[in-house]
Structure formats: structure tokens, C-alpha cells
């Protein structure tokens, strides 16, 4: 499982925890996020942009 970033806002996306808040349960993978997936915390940075800090 792996740690991504938003570069913009520092927000992490967990794939070992998900999203609840955005509807992602534990264990999403970033990669099957939407395609039109942005960051909810700064709404600026789509997915390409976010950068893998951890992975397993």
C-alpha cells in the first residue's frame, strides 16, 4: 500500500486507509481513484500531480 501527496496542501492520501470522508474504504488504491479525481483538500492538483511518499 502506498502514501501520496498532494504537493500543493500536503494532503495524503492512505490507500491502507482510504478516504471515508470521500467515500474510498480502507484499501482503494490510488490508482483506481476516478480519472477526474482532485485533491478535496485544495481542489487544484489532480492525481497525476500527487507524488508517492511510501510504498510497500
Known amino acids: ?3 501520496l501527496e ?3 496542501c500536503q494532503y ?3 490507500e491502507a486507509q482510504g478516504d471515508a470522508h470521500e467515500g474510498y474504504p480502507p484499501g482503494t ?15 487544484v492538483r489532480y492525481k497525476e ?3 508517492k511518499l511510501v510504498s510497500d
Do not use: H, I, K, N
Not at 490508482?31 to 481542489?43: A, I, K, Q, R, V
Open 6 to 8: 498532494c504537493p500543493g
Open 49 to 51: 500531480e500527487f507524488q
Open 29 to 43: 488504491l490510488f490508482e483506481s481513484l476516478p480519472e477526474e479525481f482532485t485533491c478535496p483538500d485544495c481542489g
Open 1 to 3: 500500500m502506498a502514501v
Open 12 to 14: 495524503r492520501y492512505d
